[in-house]
């Protein structure tokens, strides 16, 4: 078997990047840690230009397993942007002497190197590593605090929840093995197109719920979502931002070629299923974060919510093959700027934790005031999520809005669900508004923000501007991404 | 077609204000006054523009967009940057450009508590163009975007600078009116696939209207979709029941937002029902006709009612603006050229009136920190005489005294009712002809009562020795070109009516009633 090295280039060299962070750590004195981070940094750089040569290709390896496309290359690019990002925000935060950083950038490389191995996955066995390969770093780098109780009991929590859900997806997946002799995932898609002895058909379809159930928990769907909460507020900030943004879009990123590619015969069964968690997801997501005095609890709340917002689209897939493409497109669209809102959130919120470790809501008074840009960023940033124009949000709602209403039957009753809980989802998201303009600020001189991570708060609340007011930036990627995705 | 400056015409008076607060907003914070000059320049500015827009108007035309820019804007959604003034926008475009400058001027000398001049020029342009921007558009998608434009502002604007209660009152506004947008939204979308233009989808309000009205749309997805849009519009004017907004929003709200909200918001949504709901979904219209029509007769007795039970001043003044809206609302319903022409006058009398009027009460608030008519006392007229004297002429105004621009809005209003389209039950709104009458007497009763309360009487005690200065130079210069409007409208109704009847009269052949 000849392996198409090219095709595997980021991944090799961000492998690389990995074992030359944890070598440089074990030789760096003990005050020039944190230089692991700017060779990450140049590590993550080199696999970007390594995707960028690779547009335009269509390249399969590993006898099929590994396939680099449009839809591949566009997750690809946004897992290593959204790797930068986070890497910038987390310098000065792991910097000040009680972490072990070289351990932390490793760890947090390994995960970002199962989320861009993720989208070429085209076979079961390639999705259970990169998906473990996403989770196992996290569950360490969430309980990287080790003498925070609430940061230990975040990683029980996450690890817990994680195994198990791992380990009946696992099952799932040898369930469809047995039926279809099969693991690739465009081949289990023509077998399951063939009609099934009784029998089997319920296996197959008790497998997909099996393997959905693993997702679900990875993209933190109801009810499957009881580990987020504990786990964004006890993990370090940066994680969470980690957790919200690629891991969940990394989860989502394996869903859309599970259910669009390999189960795509099997709709009628599992997209009812579908649009339930979405409801509930959204609902509850909404609900429980109206309690929240939290910005971190009320994120990860809001998270759960935008994940409904997201699980929306699974709900539409039918035999209308221009519905698909609208579906898969809204998914992708939303999810790559639900990252970039969320990202910008968590950026402000780790400007402020050096100040007020608690990170109340109540903390955010006066921010407009006393530092404009995490200020104005963090309205952009709850507005954007909340759906309302001319952000980048509002679009992202708009294209799951137009696919469901385009799909007829129980596409608009969602989308009028969906509507119901945006309108919900702005009263806690213009109460941190509310919070960060209308209240006189306790303090009066700006808060001790990192310049990286004001950066990274104001390249965020451009791009979200940008995209609101000219949403065609966004349009080359749906259709890009759909051509050669299912 | 177009030549070459008549392309960005439009353009350049919707969007200059949007300029105007990134400018301010990267103004020095200490540049007070620059930032207040900047802010009328920007207006005035764009004032200019509409009125050269007006004076290049081909008033003779009739039906059919002028100055009309049709563009590609979001290929992938099919949305276009379609915008263009007719006979109906026109008027309530210069209203818009008009109120915001003049809330500009105001704001030279009176900027409410906490002050942040800068923040608070900068909300206002961005709700100008938000406000202006949904007059002038032809496309449902920008339409929309500029609809929820106007929304952050506001919520700031009242957030902010408002009185004791402003949070819950701004919340409010936020909430109930965005709760109508949504579904507005999912209508539009309906809309837009269910539409098949040339083979295509497509937003454009223009190729709608005339797909509606070759009978496109089928009955039953019509009664569906004006749901939708009935839900977003009726919000907005507001109407009765869903207009306990108002009270909180206008009541709490500054004067300049208050003068705003009054002046011009309410307009956006019953010029949705006259752009977009009448003409898109005709057959629902008129099926859905006495339904509004009966929402409206209710409104303005019940406004009416509400207003005579008001011990606030600004409450009251919010509570007479749904009853005007009633009035609006009830010629609407009728669906007649009459009632849409009636409609457009009333909005922009109204715009004008109870703008005025919520000048008056800023300033009378100003100067006596306490808007309730019991501590007011009375004496308005013996203390302060210009202002007493502005105060009784609009609020007979707005009461609807011939020879004024109140009157021909709530004449022809009822005058529409007694003979409605003929596809409406003529006994119905007859009745509600008899209930806007009843209305009027109401409507009557609650000012002259309010003016006998405020203005005449005797002034109590505690404000003999007040050094209260009567108007100043600022407010007599915001205040004049409403206060000549009024006249000039109640005098020559043509100044409205000659623009919007050839459009009028378009529009309802398309409408086919």
């Not at chain 2, 350049?12 to 914070?29: E, K, N, S």
């Not at chain 2, 207040?36 to 005035?44: E, H, P």
């Not at chain 2, 977003?232 to 709490?252: C, N, Q, R, S, Y």
């Not at chain 2, 009784?392 to 609807?400: E, K, N, Y």
């Amino acid at each position: 078997m000849r392996i198409d090295y090219h095709a595997i280039l980021p991944e090799l060299i961000l492998s690389g990047t990995i074992l030359l962070v944890l070598v440089a750590d074990s030789f760096a004195r003990p005050r020039r840690k944190w230089v692991a981070m700017p060779l990450s940094f140049l590590g993550i750089l080199a696999a970007l230009i390594a995707v960028v040569t690779l547009i335009g290709s269509h390249r399969t390896t590993f006898n099929g397993m590994f396939v680099v496309d449009n839809f591949a290359l566009l997750f690809k690019v946004f897992f290593l942007s959204v790797a930068l990002l986070v890497l910038l925000v987390s310098l000065r935060y792991f910097n000040d002497g009680r972490w072990y950083q070289g351990e932390y950038y490793f760890l947090l490389l390994t995960s970002f190197l199962g989320c861009i191995l993720m989208p070429s996955s085209r076979d079961l066995l390639m999705l259970f590593i990169s998906l473990e390969l996403v989770s196992a770093p996290g569950f360490l780098i969430v309980a990287f605090r080790k003498s925070d109780p609430r940061s230990n009991e975040a990683g029980i929590k996450f690890f817990l929840f994680g195994v198990l859900s791992s380990a009946v997806m696992l099952y799932g997946m040898s369930l469809i093995y047995g039926v279809t002799g099969q693991t690739n995932l465009t081949e289990i898609g023509q077998s399951l197109s063939r009609t099934l002895p009784q029998g089997q058909e319920t296996v197959v379809l008790a497998a997909i719920l099996f393997i959905v159930a693993g997702f679900a928990f990875k993209v933190s769907a109801f009810p499957f979502q009881f580990w987020a909460p504990d786990t964004y507020e006890g993990a370090p900030v940066p994680v969470a931002a980690f957790l919200a943004t690629a891991s969940k879009a990394a989860g989502f990123a394996g869903l859309l070629q599970l259910m669009f590619v390999a189960f795509a015969a099997t709709a009628e069964f599992w997209t009812p299923i579908f649009a339930a968690l979405s409801v509930f997801t959204m609902t509850v997501g909404n609900l429980v974060a109206l309690q929240q005095r939290q910005i971190v609890r009320l994120l990860a709340y809001s998270s759960i919510a935008q994940a409904g917002y997201m699980l929306l689209p699974f709900a539409l897939v039918s035999g209308d093959q221009a519905v698909n493409r609208a579906a898969f497109a809204a998914a992708t669209t939303y999810i790559l700027i639900y990252a970039v809102m969320t990202l910008g959130a968590f950026a402000v919120v780790i400007a402020m934790t050096r100040e007020s470790p608690s990170l109340l809501i109540s903390d955010f008074a006066g921010l407009v005031r006393r530092a404009p840009v995490l200020g104005i960023g963090m309205i952009v940033f709850m507005v954007s999520l909340g759906g309302v124009p001319p952000t980048g949000g509002f679009w992202a709602k708009f294209f799951v809005f137009t696919a469901a209403i385009s799909r007829g039957g129980l596409g608009p009753w969602l989308a009028v669900i969906m509507v119901l809980n945006s309108v919900i989802s702005l009263y806690y998201y213009l109460r941190v508004a509310r919070e960060v303009v209308f209240v006189e600020p306790r303090v009066e001189r700006p808060p001790a923000s990192p310049a990286l991570v004001t950066g990274v708060a104001a390249l965020a609340t451009f791009a979200i501007l940008a995209i609101g007011i000219y949403p065609e930036l966004l349009a080359h990627f749906p259709p890009l991404s759909t051509l050669a995705g299912p | 077609m177009n030549s070459g400056w008549e392309d960005w015409a439009i353009s350049i008076a919707t969007f200059l204000p949007l300029v105007g607060a990134f400018v301010i907003a990267f103004t020095p914070r200490e540049r007070d006054r620059l930032v207040r000059s900047l802010g009328v320049l920007f207006t005035g500015a764009a004032l200019v523009v509409g009125i050269v827009i007006a004076i290049g108007f081909d008033y003779g035309a009739g039906r059919g967009l002028q100055f009309e820019v049709n563009t590609q804007w979001i290929p992938v959604i099919g949305a276009r940057y379609h915008v263009g003034i007719d006979g109906i926008s026109l008027p309530l475009y210069v209203l818009t450009l008009a109120l915001s400058f003049l809330c500009a001027i105001y704001s030279c000398r009176f900027v409410p508590s906490p002050g942040r001049t800068k923040s608070f020029l900068a909300l206002q342009l961005l709700l100008e163009t938000g406000m202006a921007g949904t007059f002038i558009a032809f496309d449902l998608i920008l339409f929309f975007v500029f609809w929820e434009l106007v929304l952050v502002p506001v919520y700031f604007l009242i957030g902010i600078w408002g009185s004791a209660n402003r949070e819950y009152a701004a919340i409010k506004f936020f909430l109930y009116t965005l709760f109508g947008s949504v579904f507005m939204l999912l209508a539009f979308l309906g809309m837009y696939f269910r539409s098949s233009v040339n083979g295509a989808h497509t937003f454009d309000i223009v190729q709608l209207q005339q797909f509606a009205s070759s009978g496109g749309f089928g009955k039953t997805f019509q009664l569906v979709a004006f749901l939708g849009v009935f839900l977003g519009f009726a919000i907005k004017v507001p109407m009765w029941p869903f207009h306990t907004w108002l009270p909180d929003a206008h009541t709490e709200a500054p004067t300049v937002g208050s003068v705003l909200l009054a002046g011009v918001l309410l307009k956006m949504g019953t010029y949705g029902f006259i752009r977009i709901a009448l003409p898109i979904l005709p057959d629902a219209a008129r099926e859905w006709a006495p339904w509004i029509g009966g929402l409206a007769a209710i409104a303005i007795v019940y406004a009416a009612l509400a207003c005579l039970a008001q011990r606030d001043l600004k409450r009251l003044i919010a509570f007479s603006s749904v009853g005007h809206m009633g009035f609006v609302m009830l010629a609407i319903a009728t669906l007649t050229p009459i009632g849409i022409n009636a409609a457009i006058f009333g909005m922009v009398a109204h715009g004008v009136i109870t703008g005025m009027l919520f000048f008056c009460v800023g300033s009378i608030y100003d100067r006596y920190h306490t808007r309730e008519i019991a501590e007011l006392g009375g004496g308005l007229m013996q203390k302060l005489p210009h202002l007493g004297g502005v105060f009784a002429f609009v609020a007979i105004a707005s009461l609807g005294l011939p020879g004024l621009a109140g009157f021909w809005g709530e004449v022809m209003a009822l005058l529409s009712s007694y003979q409605p389209a003929q596809a409406l039950n003529t006994g119905l709104f007859r009745a509600f002809m008899v209930a806007g009458g009843v209305g009027t007497i109401l409507t009557a009763g609650y000012f002259l009562w309010m003016l006998q309360r405020v203005n005449m009487g005797t002034l109590p005690e505690r404000w003999r020795e007040a050094a209260l200065p009567d108007v100043v130079t600022v407010e007599w210069v915001s205040w004049m070109p409403l206060l000549l409007a009024i006249v000039a409208l109640g005098v020559f109704p043509r100044l409205i009516l000659g623009v919007t009847d050839g459009a009028v009269s378009g529009l309802m052949k398309l409408f086919g009633g």
